[in-house]
Nanobody, 126 residues
């Protein structure tokens, strides 16, 4: 059974930092793009960041560019999202996801991601 499990969410003041982690089990995702998405109440799920299978290429949504950093450790089947200078508008449930296609370029389309975690809540107070 394939599982993606996120951790690291919590409550933080504006300007603070959090590091999210996602551990995959049931199969390796070393050849798959991994991404982070977020969904705030009443809003659609949106792409946050993605990292290509090799780890050498990343992509960030404009609202988080320069503040968030995505990384992966294929040996540990994990992906991380370091979030700095957090803002109240970053408040959302953050989901880890894996693109089911092999060795593809990063896509922001959630339809391409076949595997999803349950999410971890991030709340940023002003």
């Amino acid at each position: 059974q394939v599982q993606l499990v996120e951790s690291g969410g919590g409550l933080v003041q504006a300007g603070g930092s959090l590091k999210l982690s996602c551990i995959a089990s049931g199969r390796t995702f070393s050849w798959n793009t991994m991404g982070w998405f977020r969904q705030a109440p009443g809003k659609e799920r949106e792409f946050v960041a993605g990292v290509a299978w090799s780890g050498g290429t990343t992509d960030y949504a404009d609202p988080v560019k320069g503040r968030f950093t995505i990384s992966r450790d294929n040996a540990k089947n994990t992906v991380h999202l370091q979030m700095n200078r957090l803002k109240p508008e970053d408040t959302a449930t953050y989901h880890c996801a894996a693109d089911g296609r092999l060795q593809r370029t990063i896509t922001r389309d959630p339809q391409a991601y076949n595997y999803w975690g349950q999410g971890t809540q991030v709340t940023v107070s002003s």
